[in-house]
């Protein structure tokens, strides 16, 4: 039990920077008083004295500002930072080592008691702030999902969900998609090399295709040209346009992010 509440408190010394002491965690964290609260409010649960469960969960909740249902399941070394707002569902499980931002939901999506209706989160997962993750899927480990992010659908492990809806960013190599030469924390799931939206890649890749084109078009015109006996005068279109590449590849990307 001690070695547990041990364990609580070094999470978050090693992954908050603005964690000075051990006093301070155990006295200034609701994210700590959170999880503390919870396993009294899960054991009355679980052992049938559900009206208690629900008083302590709704106490934590007054006390805390995150709401966790005496229903659910949480591992170790879990990290609920800052967390005013969070809402965690019945039937959700959330891993070891995961961490949990603000204004975040582990919500579901169907009105069947019995169900799993709420998320699972695998080990190490972080859910950055203002996520909503909802229904009975999975996320595999060391999943990272973005900030305001919309997740509807599972999340393979060590890939990265950005966007509403959520689309998937693949790991690297089986590896997470913020590792770069070591593992180590991301603070609110933003990658160590910027991983881009897979509808940013997609236009850039339109953008270079066009712009390759445009190019090889020009190049064609200028050797017909150079065959060409006849002045441009003569009896054809003009060609400057076509001889000249116009197409603003880099301006476009610009605006799209580099």
């Not at 004295?49 to 805390?64: D, N, Q, V």
């Not at 999902?145 to 190599?173: D, F």
């Amino acid at each position: 039990m001690l070695a547990r509440l041990r364990s609580d408190i070094q999470c978050i010394l090693d992954r908050d920077p603005a964690a000075r002491s051990t006093w301070e965690v155990v006295t200034c964290y609701p994210g700590l008083h959170a999880i503390w609260l919870h396993r009294p409010a899960h054991w009355c649960w679980t052992h049938g004295f559900k009206w208690l469960g629900r008083f302590i969960s709704h106490f934590a909740r007054w006390f805390t500002g995150i709401e966790i249902h005496p229903g659910a399941k949480i591992g170790e070394r879990v990290f609920f930072d800052h967390a005013m707002g969070v809402v965690v569902g019945e039937t959700a499980e959330i891993g070891d080592g995961c961490t949990i931002y603000q204004g975040v939901t582990l919500g579901g999506t169907s009105l069947y008691k019995g169900t799993k209706r709420h998320p699972t989160l695998g080990k190490d997962v972080v859910v950055s702030a203002g996520a909503k993750v909802l229904g009975g899927f999975e996320v595999g480990d060391g999943a990272k999902i973005g900030s305001n992010a919309v997740v509807i659908k599972p999340v393979p492990a060590g890939a990265t969900a950005v966007g509403i809806p959520a689309r998937i960013i693949p790991s690297k190599e089986g590896q997470s998609a913020d590792v770069t030469e070591s593992a180590r924390f991301s603070a609110y799931g933003v990658e160590q090399q910027q991983q881009d939206d897979p509808v940013t890649q997609a236009m850039r890749g339109l953008i270079g295709t066009a712009a390759t084109q445009e190019h090889q078009i020009a190049l064609l015109w200028q050797a017909i040209e150079k065959l060409s006996a006849v002045q441009k005068a003569a009896d054809c279109v003009p060609c400057d346009a076509a001889t000249k590449e116009r197409f603003e590849a880099d301006k476009l990307n610009d605006i799209i992010g580099k």
